[in-house]
């Protein structure tokens, strides 16, 4: 029965690993053109990226998947997404936005001194950013960036709600037939996710610690 069981969560598993691993290939740089738009010159874009972001940041996931999966079916009486797919994009908007404003915090942490000395060099403004300003940003974002990066872990789990299969949903199913013990079994395999990813961020925030100097 145990081996059933941890065989069963990890297929679960390998749907919340997948959906984790799509939603931080897509959301990373969707983020920072996010993060440019909300640094726009032109106010109808800054302004509108910005309200987007509140809008997003302030409701609950939960909610977006709901709407992003029902919300289509109910005006034009058709499904355009399916369930995984539909939590995908809410995961990815979503992240995105939170994603945009760490960067946007990083990018105007750089003085603009160093933007001058570019400039003094004949650095163009694209050789300013990508060969100064963003080496920089990476190191001062990883802490900020990782506890996002973890809490998306967790997040996963919410997928359930319009009943994709992830390794809770199959815990759950599990408790319907009368067996409690493999929801807390799930948190094992969140425990090494998370394990595991804490050590890739410290090796990244080792190796990026020249900047120091």
Partial sequence: MFWQITLDLLEGFGNTCLLFILTLV?????GLLVAFGAMSKIKAIKGTVRVFI???????LMLQVLVIFYVPGLLFNVNLFSRLISVLIAFVINYACYFAEIYR??????????????????????????KIVLLQVV???VPPMSNEIITLVKDTS??????????????ENWA??????PLFYT???????????????????????????
Wanted: proline share 2%.
């Fill in 26 to 30: 897509l959301a990373l740089p969707l």
């Fill in 54 to 60: 509140w809008i997003i940041r302030g409701t609950p």
């Fill in 105 to 130: 915090g990083g990018i105007e942490s750089i003085t603009k001194g160093q933007y001058e000395a570019g400039q003094v060099l004949g650095l163009t403004k694209a050789q300013i950013f990508f």
């Fill in 139 to 141: 190191k001062r974002i």
């Fill in 158 to 171: 919410l997928a359930r709600v319009i009943v994709v299969v992830e390794i809770l949903k199959k815990a």
């Fill in 176 to 181: 319907t037939k009368g067996l409690i013990w």
């Fill in 187 to 213: 948190g094992v395999f969140y425990l090494l996710f998370v394990g595991v990813l804490t050590l890739i961020f410290r090796f990244i925030e080792k190796k990026l610690s020249y900047f120091k100097a």
